[in-house]
């Protein structure tokens, strides 16, 4: 007897792109969505690709009413910036890895240089608004897991540094095993920025889902949700250098470091510009809400 075929709502593929979705959607809409899915009689692939493919609209014009008060919009906006403003980061890690750490810095090219100079500024200011701002409420969510005995809300705020480390430790035991006088080949190079994008994700995730268990108000959220906006717009401006410089690159630089292929400049210039764009409009929705708040 030919055993039945799966729903797709139970397969991984369409498991893992309901996963794509705010924490918030899912939890009003997962139920329905299983549902029209099952009934749809769409083959797994075909149900997971179309729901893959609204994801990105549902964090960045989420429906107001998946939100009861002006706190709940604030976590959710944090928890986003958290989230995108981190693949943001790594995107300016690599560009600084892939042009600065070069030491390309054509003299009849001036242009380049300011938008080193630019893009370093920015990218660190906004670093150091984004932890005085939400510094402050990691400490208040922190203390609350604390008291309430809550081990696994305070392994989710460790998540940052437990991260981090293990990436630091694990990335330099790769380079000195396999790394030359020049350093590691194109391919570890890849496995390393990989990595450092999973272990980017995982530190994000962390504080973001402590956000929604543990569900923080008052001025230190505030005070996150002000401070998040405004270090995405000290972003933006990086995210500017940033598109100019390799533009530059690759019209004036074509030799240096394989920019005379477009379409790799392309794709990047095409996630940071995704990257940058959720991470202002889901700051800026939050920001309304504190000042409302």
Known sequence: MKPPAQV??????????????????????????R??????????????????ARALPAWVRPSRHLYD??????????????????????LGLVFVQ?????????GQHPVIGWCYAVFDVAFVLSLLVAAAGGLPLWFLMLRRACREVSPRDVTYLLLPVMASVS???AMIATIRRVGGPDGVGPGWFGVIILAGFVAAAVAAAGPGVALRRLRPRGPALRLATTAAALAARIMLVAVAAVIVAVIGLCVWAPDFAGHHHATLPGVYLVLMAAAAAVTVVSASRGARAARAS
């Open 8 to 33: 797709p709502s139970g397969t991984p593929l369409c498991r893992a792109a309901l996963a794509l979705y705010p924490p918030s959607w899912r939890a009003r809409y997962a139920d329905e969505v």
């Open 35 to 52: 549902a029209l899915l099952d009934d749809s009689g769409a083959s797994p692939a075909a149900a997971a690709a179309s729901l893959a």
């Open 69 to 90: 008060d002006g706190p709940a919009r604030m976590r959710a906006s944090v928890a986003t910036v958290l989230m995108a403003g981190s693949m943001l980061t790594g």
């Open 98 to 106: 892939l042009t600065q750490a070069q030491g390309l810095r054509p």
């Open 167 to 169: 990436y630091l430790a």
